[in-house]
């Protein structure tokens, strides 16, 4: 007999708020849907209604860990809007944090896979490595998450002649590191047993569902926004795209922990290729009338920014398409006849990011069929509150 | 010859008058506008004959009069987007997903932020709005006004 199992929004195996609905006939899921939007904040309309200027930073809030993916396909956006050149210096330390930020991801998501399948000491380990590439973000941006490197015609912090050594140092450790990884995500038993055969998703589904990133590369399908539609300083740069044949969480996994090692290729060559020269131009604050699209490879995968320009200071309309969303219709194909013991590993292998993904709920004071919903000065209130009941001195807010 | 210039030479020698606008303004990048009533042949067409599978997104943006949806494509590296106007008097347009079936999801949330009705769509139910969303109010429509609370 089949039953339905609600998992979600709130449920200690999910990191965000999201809702599967699984029927299952004793272990097998003969069928599952998603619910999303719990996570919905209105970017997009809170995009049109700010300037150029404060939308790299509503952008670079969409996700708190490829923040630099959507800032950076933002701003890239309106430089061509602006037909406006960037100094190859400020390409190339784009593409460092670019790729900095992809191995910070990668290694996160390797951490939080191992741990979905039980071999916490991977996960351990996988995520006292990754402070060593939070390190080198914080001492190029002085932030370890949200870097505000990007602006508008180019980046806004130099990289210094002595933090070169610094960086390469971290990153030969990064790849020594991520070779180890390699090793144990391929001939590690306790993995092995866990990933190999578990959430197939064939190529020609991969093609037909439209998926994307490691999601699409793990099977098989060659796609790579760096190399197929070429952006920042990647025309400059010696890399492969990675791929594997294998369609299940295993491929993934290794698709992944490859993209690491080539990242570190990728950030060495920028250091030691490192043109000279300024690092942004100039913008202008209107943008002339116009429609672009911005791609980026993210961690995750294909991101697509749309973005329509009116003449003002403000956009007409900026459309954005995270990757995981482009990735649900696979997980929930691959989910599919398998067992629900596989659900938070599966889920978890298209590296989802449900923040990217929702975007948008609308702040809307008005009490709806009595539910309540705070407002800005209800909330700050409510807050103060409930800091003061706990007896801790709250300063003037 | 660039994929470029070889898909718009022969969009114009199928369709003709049917292409409205088309425009390349760089490498990789393609903008082209058709009826409402042609989406449907011109996406079948370019999967035949470019191999056309994989939808980045769908757009949907309020002119005023109309809704312009933009479906965007990418194949042999470029990014294809494909427009056209639908009148926000009678916003219906048919559902690509049969021959797209990524499109299921980006379909349903135009559903949901536009107020487009996608005819025949599989699964029409809500996608991002909360279930008790008052019917009839789309946010990303321009007399959508944000209360800054």
């Known amino acids: 007999m089949a039953v339905t199992i609600p998992i979600g929004p709130q449920h200690p195996a999910l990191k965000e708020p999201t809702n599967l609905m699984a029927t299952v006939d004793g272990e097998k899921i003969v069928d599952i849907d998603m619910r999303l939007g719990y996570n919905h904040r209105g970017i997009e309309k809170g995009a049109e209604l700010r300037n150029y200027i404060q939308d790299i930073y509503l952008c670079e809030r969409i996700c708190g860990i490829c923040g630099h993916s959507h800032s950076t396909s933002f701003c890239q956006g309106v430089e061509e809007l602006l037909s406006l050149e960037v100094p190859k210096r400020g390409l190339f330390i784009r593409t ?3 790729e900095l930020e992809r191995i910070h991801s990668h290694l996160l998501w390797l951490g939080v896979a191992a741990h979905e399948v039980g071999f916490d000491t991977l996960f351990m380990y996988t995520w006292r490595d990754r402070e060593i590439v939070m390190d080198l973000l914080e001492l190029i941006s002085g932030n370890r998450v949200n870097y505000g490197m990007n602006t508008i015609g180019g980046v806004r912090r130099d990289i210094a002649d002595e933090m070169r050594p610094q960086i390469l140092r971290g990153i030969k450790r990064l790849e020594e590191r991520s070779q180890y990884y390699l090793d144990v995500a391929s001939t590690e038993v306790t993995f092995l047993r866990r990933a190999e055969g578990v959430g197939t998703l064939p190529k020609e589904k991969a093609i037909e569902l439209c998926a994307v990133g490691p999601t699409a590369r793990g099977s098989g399908v060659e796609y790579d926004v760096r190399k197929h539609d070429p952006y920042a300083a990647y025309p400059y740069l010696d890399f492969k795209v990675i791929t594997s044949d294998r369609c299940d969480v295993l491929g993934r996994t290794i698709v992944r922990v490859l993209e690491i090692i080539e990242s570190c290729k990728m950030c060495r060559q920028i250091i030691e290729e490192l043109p000279q020269g300024q690092i942004r131009t100039k913008a202008p604050r209107k943008v002339p009338p116009g429609e672009v699209i911005s791609k980026y490879e993210a961690p995750r995968g294909e991101l697509i920014h749309y973005i329509k320009s009116n003449g003002t200071n403000q956009p007409e309309r900026l459309k954005v398409r995270a990757p995981t969303l482009g990735n649900i219709p696979s997980v929930l194909y691959s989910l599919k006849g398998g067992y629900i ?33 705070l407002s800005w000065e209800e909330l700050r209130e409510y807050s103060i509150r409930w800091y003061e009941g706990k007896e801790i001195r ?3 807010l | 010859m660039s994929v470029e210039s070889d898909i718009q030479n022969k969009l114009k020698e199928a369709f003709g008058e049917q292409i409205l606008e088309l425009k390349i303004p760089r490498e990789h990048r393609m903008f082209v506008q058709i009826p409402l009533s042609q989406v449907k042949e011109v996406i079948e067409y370019l999967k035949v004959n470019f191999g056309l599978t994989h939808l980045s997104t769908i757009t949907a943006l309020d002119t005023g009069e109309d809704i312009e949806v933009l479906y965007h494509f990418f194949t042999k590296g470029v990014a294809l987007s494909l427009g056209t106007f639908v009148p926000k008097a009678n916003p219906v347009i048919d559902t690509i997903t049969p021959i797209i079936p990524g ?6 949330e135009i559903q949901d932020l536009l107020g487009l009705k996608v005819k025949d769509h599989p699964d029409p139910r809500r996608l991002v709005l909360p279930d008790d969303w008052e019917e009839g109010v789309y946010p990303l429509r321009k007399d959508y006004k944000v209360k800054e609370g």
Do not use: H, S, W
């Open chain 2, 103 to 108: 499109a299921i999801l980006y379909e349903r």
């Open chain 1, 341 to 373: 013991a596989d659900i938070p590993i599966v889920f978890a292998a298209i590296d989802p990011c449900l923040a990217c993904m929702d975007r948008v709920i609308i702040l809307d004071t008005k009490d709806r069929k009595g539910k309540q919903q």
């Open chain 1, 394 to 396: 709250n300063p003037k």
């Open chain 1, 96 to 98: 460092l944090v670019c």
